[in-house]
C-alpha cells in the first residue's frame, strides 16, 4: 500500500500495473550516488556499466539503454526491417497494439497477427503465415515474440515454445525479436535462465521500470553490428540521452536487488487469483495465472461497474474490455495487501440489490 485513498479514507492497494513502483530507498541512495557523463558522446560510465551487465545477463555482444520498452522494440523493427516488409506477431502484441502505431508510423512495415493461445504461437503458425516470393507480396522479414505475454495474462513461453518458432524463423530466413518486458518473471517461473531464452533471438529488449521497480528504462540487446546500427535510430527517434547515469544506476541497482523478489509477485498473484475465482460472476481459472498478471472476466460485460464498485473501497484494477480486468502484483504489494484487498472487494461484490 502507498497511496491514500481520498474518499473512503482507507488506504488504497494499486493493481492497475507494475509500471506504478517507486524507486526505493536503496534505489533513491544508488541514483544519488551516480557518476554521470554525457551518453550521447559516449561518456557516462554508468550507462556503460548497465549495457555491459544487461549485455552479459543476455548472453549478447552489446546492449543499449533507452528510455522505453516502445522505443526499445521499435528501434529493433526500424533496424532489422525496411519499409514495405511484413511482421508477424500475436494478435495481442504490445508492440502492435499499445505502441502508437508505431511500425507503420516509424518502420512503414505491416502487421501480420497469428492467433496464439493467450500470446503464444507455433512454428506452425509461423509455417503459415510466411508470403511466397512474389512481386504482391511484402517480405515477411521479422518475427516477434513477447515473453511474458502482458495480455495472455503474464503467460510464459517455454523454451520449447520459443525454440519450435525460432528454428522455424530460422530454417524461413526470418530475424527474431524478444519483447521481454517482463523477461525476468519468465525466467522466475521457469528457472530457464534470461541468456537461455535471449540465445534464440536476434535481439532483445527488456524493461527495468515494471517489476524491477526503476522509474524509467529499458534496454536493447543483440550482436555488435546490430547495436551499433540501432544507436542511429535510438538518436534519430529521441531517445539520445545526456547524463542518464542516474536512470542507468537504478536499473542497475533493480538488476541486482529487485529480481530473484519476482517469486512474491508471482506468489501474490496466485493468492489474488484464488480469492477472485470464488466470487460471483467472476470467471478466472487460477491455473492460468503463471506470473504477476491475473486477467478474469466479469459476467455481463460489467468490468468497468466492478472497477468503479472497488474504487469505492480503495481497491485499483484496470478494465481491459468491456467484460474483461486486469490485475497485477508488483514490488509494493505485500500478502497482506492482497489479502485486505480480497476482503474489501467481498464487500461490494456481488453489488447488492
Ligand atoms: C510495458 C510493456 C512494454 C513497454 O512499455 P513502455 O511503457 O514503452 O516502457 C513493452 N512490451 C510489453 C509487453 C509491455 O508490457
Redesign the pocket.
Known amino acids: 500500500m502507498n497511496q491514500t485513498g481520498p474518499s473512503s479514507g482507507l488506504e488504497v492497494i494499486d493493481l492497475r500495473s507494475d509500471?506504478l513502483t517507486k524507486p526505493t530507498t536503496g534505489m533513491r541512495a544508488a541514483i544519488a550516488a551516480a557518476e554521470v557523463g554525457d551518453d550521447v558522446f559516449g561518456e557516462d560510465p554508468t550507462v556503460q556499466r548497465l549495457e555491459k551487465r544487461v549485455a552479459e545477463i543476455l548472453g549478447k555482444e552489446a546492449a543499449m539503454f533507452v528510455?522505453?520498452?516502445?522505443?526499445?522494440?521499435q528501434v529493433a523493427i526500424r533496424t532489422h526491417t525496411q519499409p514495405g516488409d511484413e511482421i508477424l506477431v500475436d494478435e495481442t502484441?504490445?508492440?502492435a497494439l499499445?505502441?502508437a502505431g508505431a511500425p507503420a508510423a516509424l518502420s512503414g512495415v505491416m502487421c501480420h497477427y497469428l492467433r496464439g493461445d493467450r500470446g503464444r504461437f507455433t512454428g506452425a503458425d509461423v509455417r503459415a503465415a510466411i508470403r511466397p516470393a512474389n512481386v504482391h507480396f511484402p517480405p515477411t522479414r521479422l518475427v516477434v515474440v513477447?515473453n511474458?505475454?502482458?495480455r495472455g495474462g503474464g503467460s510464459v513461453w517455454t523454451l520449447d515454445q520459443v525454440r519450435d518458432v525460432a528454428q522455424t524463423a530460422r530454417e524461413l530466413g526470418l530475424r527474431l525479436h524478444m519483447?521481454g518486458?517482463?523477461l525476468w518473471n519468465a525466467c522466475v517461473a521457469t528457472g530457464v535462465s534470461e541468456a537461455e531464452y535471449a540465445a534464440e533471438f536476434d535481439s532483445v529488449?527488456v524493461?527495468f521500470?515494471?517489476g524491477l521497480g526503476a522509474p524509467v528504462g529499458?534496454a536493447l540487446a543483440g550482436s555488435a553490428g546490430f547495436i551499433a546500427r540501432a544507436r542511429r535510430f535510438r538518436k534519430m527517434f529521441g531517445g539520445g540521452m545526456r547524463q542518464a547515469g542516474i536512470l542507468a544506476a537504478a536499473a542497475l541497482y533493480a538488476l541486482e536487488h529487485h529480481r530473484s523478489r519476482l517469486k512474491e509477485d508471482h506468489a501474490n498473484a496466485a493468492l489474488l487469483a484464488r480469492g477472485l475465482a470464488g466470487l460471483p460472476g467472476i470467471h478466472l481459472d487460477p491455473a492460468t495465472v503463471e506470473t504477476n498478471i491475473v486477467i478474469f472476466d466479469v459476467a455481463g460485460d460489467h468490468a468497468a461497474r466492478f472497477v468503479e464498485r472497488l474504487e469505492t473501497v480503495g481497491v485499483r484494477m484496470l478494465a481491459v474490455g468491456p467484460g474483461r480486468v486486469r490485475a497485477v502484483t508488483h514490488l509494493h504489494i505485500s500478502e497482506a495487501d492482497i489479502q485486505e484487498a480480497l476482503e474489501r472487494i467481498r464487500r461490494v461484490w456481488p453489488p447488492q440489490g
Open positions: 509500471t528510455p522505453s520498452g516502445s522505443m526499445s522494440n502484441a504490445h508492440v499499445y505502441e513477447e511474458t505475454s502482458n519483447d518486458a517482463r529488449s524493461c521500470s515494471k529499458s
